[in-house]
Structures are given as C-alpha cells and as structure tokens.
C-alpha cells in the first residue's frame, strides 16, 4: 500500500498546485479530483481500501475528466489519474470498495 499511497500523494499534490495557481481552465475538475484522493487516501489509511465507482473499478475523477475537463491542459495530472485507475483495475476485491 506504501506505492499506492505515494501516487495518491503525488496526484493530491500536483491538484494543490494548479489550484494555488488558478490559471488553468480546469480549476473546478481539479478540485473534483482532489476531494475523491483525499477520500480515497483517508480510506486507505483506515480501512486499507481504495472506494472504486462500481464493479469495473472507474474512478469518479476520470468520469468528470473525460466529461468537464480541457485535455489540452493539465496533461501530465489526468495521465496519473487514469493511470490509477487503471492500478485499481489489477487489484484484488479485498482492496477494494465498489461503492455503486
């Protein structure tokens, strides 16, 4: 869990960053995305789980990129997004929550 938690970290990290800035157009999805890894690390340190959308194991945060966000900015935070996401599709149920 020390891996999943350092890219939680990074992710939470670079979102406090563009947010502190205010100059990118995806200010409000990256607050989006914030908010869920901050839930999805207070949960990792709880209960040692990662709370995924549903059986599939989809985030919230790459819903509302795909959706809300200007992909031609902020590149490098949505790749580490969907990157994880794509880690959580490789775990076992027990590290999981499927929430819907």
Known sequence: MHDILNRIEKIVNICETVVAE???PNVDVVKIIRREF???KDSVNKDG???VLNKKRELWACRTIVDS???DCDDDLFQK???FEKMCRKLPNAKIVVLF
Do not use: C, Q, R
Request: overall charge positive.
């Open 22 to 24: 205010g100059a990118s």
């Open 38 to 40: 901050e839930k999805i």
């Open 49 to 51: 789980k990662i709370p």
């Open 69 to 71: 966000a200007n992909l």
């Open 81 to 83: 997004v969907f990157a």
